[in-house]
Every structure is written in C-alpha cells, then in structure tokens.
C-alpha cells in the first residue's frame, strides 16, 4: 500500500462497491467514477494513484486489490473511513431499477509525497460536503500543471441544482481540463445546447473543454479550435464505464502532451483516441475499461 515516488496522476474521488439486487440474489462490484478512470489509467501504465475514503473491512480490501491488480496505487490514508461505502440497487421484475446509496465523503487530506504532473478529480466527490471542499482545497493548492475534473453528475447525490451548480463552476474555475456528458450539460444547464455549454465552461478558464454524446460522438474544444468526433461504429454490450475511459483517455492525453496550446490536428487525435477507447469498453460487459495492449 505504499506510495510510489513519481506518479503521473492522482485521482482524488469515491471508490464503492456496487450492490445489485435481483430476484436471483445479489452481486457486488467495484464501482465509483474516479476509482474507474484510475483504473482505466493503470491499465493503460499510467503512474496513477487513487486517494479515496475506503474502510478496513473486506469491501474495502477488494476494492484495493481490484484496483493494485491493474497498477493503481491505493495510499494508505485511503483507508480512512469507518466502513466503505455501497450503492445498492434492486432490479424489479420489469426491469426497474431502485437505488439506495451508503456513501460518506469526509474532510481529507491529499498526502504530501503525492506530487502529480495531473490532479483529476469528479463525480460524488467534487459535491458532497463535507469533503468537497477538501477536494477544492487540494486543487487549489496542487502545484500540477493539469487539473481535471468529470462532474459525473448523479442527481441523487450531488443535492439540489442551485448548491451543486456553484460547486461546478467553482471546480471548474480551478481545472485545465473539463469533460462532461450530454446527461452531465443538460443537468447543468437546462435548454442549453452542447455548444453553448462548451463556451460557458470555457469562459470559467479550463483549456480544454470535452462533451460527450453518446452515439453521435463527442465535442472537444479549446478556445480557438473546436471539432465534433464522431463516435465509433461497434455492437453496443452495454454503455458502463464509457465516459470513465473516454476520460482516462483524455487525462493520459494531458499527462503525456499537455493542455496548453493545443492545434487541430492535436485536438482530433485526443477526441480520436478516447473515442475509440470508449468503444472498447461499450463492446464488452460492465466497466471493463481497456488495456494498454489492446489500444
């Protein structure tokens, strides 16, 4: 569990165990956005440590294994908490879903031999307090060259839109780089165009912007360059996992060339390279995020 001395990313966000309740019985697997992009990170052989909240009980133990499996680092001051946290659903007979959430995210701090060229962060953590203002005290006081930052945004979680908004826009102000979904924009801002909330984010600082949409591809953008990548033609498994890689993708981009004074023709390879990873995971079942080997 020791740290590494030189890392190229620290994600700082939740890490879970997902709880799925059929009539069959119940299955459980590692979950939480930013313990799926370190994931995808490691297995790509990007130095990459997670700062999490997890506890010393058995979920939490399989947790770290999962993830040291792929190359992540899991600190030590990760196990912290006083039990992991869970995300059950039950799946009803017609296929509707109910979802009750076991999830604490606390003051932390980010430990001081971590000293990442990338600090990313997002999802539950960037919003639920009292946590997420350690996690803007920790990007504010990061001497990282990129920031990043994936809302990820689960209604359920991140509280009512007028106190998650301000919490966006202020983490945001702090990031180099943003990437959301068409979900995450709409949510954000409602009767908004993709393109209109690629300038409003652009307008908070970030140097690059990314928009995910689905099928149609993804919007990347700076602010004198903007592309729409078109999406990947592949038999869809299912979608889990494919903006968590799409965002891996876009921090190993960053980690290896930067954010700053990106032209065209680097703009089109890094959408093209998180797009066709993207479309690894959406070929395959569950947040089975790809290897280094199959890119």
Known sequence: ????????????????IDIVETAGGATEHVGGSPANVALGLGRRGVGVALVTQLGRDDRGARIAAHLEESGVVVPRESFAADATSTARARIASDGQASYVFDLAWDPFVVPVDLRPRVLHTGSVAAFLEPGATSVREALSASAAGEVTFDPNIRPALVGEHAAAFPAFEATSRLSTVVKLSDEDAAWLYPGESPDAVVDAILALGPRLVAVTLGGEGAIVATSTERLTIPAEKVAVVDTIGAGDTFMASLIASVAASGSADLDRAALERIGGDAIRAAALTVSRAGADLPWAREL
Do not use: F, K, Q, Y
Not at 5 to 15: K, R
């Open 1 to 16: 569990m020791s740290t590494a001395p030189t890392l190229d990313v620290v994600v700082i966000g939740e890490a879970l």
